[in-house]
C-alpha cells in the first residue's frame, strides 16, 4: 500500500505537466482507488479561463473513466503555494461523488508540510442525493 508521503510525491510529479500560462499557478494531484490504483491529474488552463480544470477534477476523472469509481485519499500539491493548496468548491463536489464523506484529503506544497483532512471536513453537510 502507498504511503501518504508517496501518494503526495505523485501529486508533485504530477504538477510538472500542469498547463498554467495564464496563472502561473501550477497544481498536482493523486488519487488513490479502492483496488491500490494511483492516477494523477494536472491542472489544464484555457484561454477563456471558464474552461480550465483543476488537477483534483482531471486525476478524479482519470480514474473514473478506466472505471474506478470508489477512491479512498487525494493528495494535492502545489509547487507554487506558499504553505499548502487546498481544493477549491468544485473540485470538493466532485470529490464527495466518488469518495464520500470519509475520503481522506492530503495537501501539501513545497515547504514539505502538509495537512491531512477528510472530506467530512472541507465540504460538511454535502449534497450527495437527489
Ligand atoms: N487549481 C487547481 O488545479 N486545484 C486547486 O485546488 C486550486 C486551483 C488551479 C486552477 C487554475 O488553473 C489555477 O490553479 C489557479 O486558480
Given at each position: 500500500m502507498i504511503s501518504d508521503g508517496?501518494?503526495?510525491?505523485?501529486?508533485a510529479e504530477a504538477?510538472?505537466?500542469a498547463y498554467a500560462p495564464y496563472s502561473n499557478y501550477k497544481v498536482g494531484a493523486a488519487v488513490l482507488t479502492?483496488?491500490?490504483?494511483?492516477?494523477?491529474?494536472?491542472?489544464?488552463e484555457n484561454v477563456s479561463y471558464g474552461a480550465t480544470v483543476c488537477a483534483e477534477r482531471?486525476?478524479?476523472?482519470?480514474?473514473?473513466?478506466?472505471?474506478?469509481?470508489?477512491l479512498i485519499k487525494l493528495a494535492v500539491f502545489s509547487p507554487d503555494s506558499k504553505?499548502?493548496?487546498?481544493?477549491?468548491?468544485?473540485?470538493r463536489q466532485v470529490a464527495v461523488e466518488f469518495g464520500g464523506k470519509d475520503l481522506v484529503v492530503?495537501?501539501?506544497?513545497?515547504?514539505?508540510?502538509?495537512?491531512?483532512y477528510t472530506l467530512e471536513q472541507l465540504l460538511p453537510e454535502a449534497f450527495m442525493e437527489f
Open positions: 508517496e501518494l503526495v510525491i505523485k501529486a504538477a510538472e505537466k479502492e483496488d491500490g490504483k494511483i492516477y494523477t491529474g494536472c491542472n489544464i482531471t486525476a478524479i476523472f482519470k480514474a473514473v473513466s478506466e472505471g474506478h469509481r470508489k504553505e499548502y493548496v487546498m481544493p477549491c468548491g468544485i473540485c492530503l495537501c501539501a506544497g513545497e515547504a514539505g508540510i502538509y495537512k491531512i
